[in-house]
T-cell receptor
C-alpha cells in the first residue's frame, strides 16, 4: 500500500530565511505524482506545487521549490525568503493510480511551520 | 477559478444521530471527494465520486454514506454519530487526475 511520511512535526524559523520540510513516500507504481498543500490557521487548504515522477527537473513555483530525490523516495519542500504568512501546516501527498483520470491522494501527517520575526 | 461551499460550517449532533453535510462547487469539475481530518492529523479519504450518480468508497467509508445527484453537489451522511467524535470534514474537487481544490470544511462535534 502507498504511504506518505512526514517526520517533522513542527519547525520554527526566522523570517526571510530558507526552510526545508521533509517527506518520504512508498509506492509500487513506476509513475506517480507528488503534491504539497498548505493549510492555514483558518483551515483553508491550498495546493502549492506538484512533481511528476518521470521529470528529473525539480518543480518551482514562486518561492516554493522541490528537492526530488527519486532513489531515496524523498520529496522535500523548500521555501525561500520565508514570510510571516507562510506560517501554516504543510501536507505532502501522493497520487495513487497514475493512469487514472481522477486523483486519489494519500496524505502525510503534516508539518507545522512557524515563521517568527 | 471557482468556489466550493460547504454547509453547515459547524455541526453539533447527538450520539446516534444521522447527520448530513453538503458540498457545492462551481468549478464544473467531474470528480468530488470527502475527507476527514482529525485534530493534528492528515486527511483521510471517506468517499469520492467520478461523475454524477457515481460513488466510490475510500479508506474510511464505514459509518458514512454519500450521494452525488448532480455534478455540482456531493453530500455526506454520518449514519450514526459517535459520542465525543470531533473532526473536520473537507470536500474537494478535481479534474484531470491532478491537484485537488478544497472547501472550507465542516467542523463536527458530537455530544
Amino acid at each position: 500500500a502507498q504511504k506518505v511520511t512526514q517526520t517533522q512535526t513542527s519547525i520554527s524559523v526566522m523570517e526571510k530565511t530558507t526552510v526545508t520540510m521533509d517527506c518520504v513516500y512508498e509506492t509500487q507504481d513506476s509513475s506517480y505524482f507528488l503534491f504539497w498543500y498548505k493549510q492555514t490557521a483558518s483551515g483553508e487548504i491550498v495546493f502549492l506545487i506538484r512533481q511528476d515522477s518521470y521529470k528529473k527537473e525539480n518543480a518551482t513555483v514562486g518561492h516554493y521549490s522541490l528537492n526530488f530525490q527519486k532513489p531515496k523516495s524523498s520529496i522535500g519542500l523548500i521555501i525561500t525568503a520565508t514570510q510571516i504568512e507562510d506560517s501554516a501546516v504543510y501536507f505532502c501527498a501522493m497520487r495513487e493510480g497514475a493512469s487514472s483520470s481522477f486523483s486519489k491522494l494519500v496524505f502525510g501527517q503534516g508539518t507545522s511551520l512557524s515563521v517568527v520575526p | 477559478g471557482g468556489i466550493i461551499t460547504q454547509t453547515p460550517k459547524f455541526l453539533i449532533g447527538q450520539e446516534g444521530q444521522k447527520l448530513t453535510l453538503k458540498c457545492q462547487q462551481n468549478f464544473n469539475h467531474d470528480t468530488m471527494y470527502w475527507y476527514r481530518q482529525d485534530s493534528g492529523k492528515g486527511l483521510r479519504l471517506i468517499y469520492y465520486s467520478i461523475t454524477e450518480n457515481d460513488l466510490q468508497k475510500g479508506d474510511l467509508s464505514e459509518g458514512y454514506d454519500a450521494s452525488r445527484e448532480k455534478k455540482s453537489s456531493f453530500s455526506l451522511t454520518v449514519t450514526s454519530a459517535q459520542k465525543n467524535e470531533m473532526a473536520v470534514f473537507l470536500c474537494a474537487t478535481g479534474t484531470g487526475g491532478y491537484e485537488q481544490y478544497f472547501g472550507p470544511g465542516t467542523r463536527l462535534t458530537v455530544l
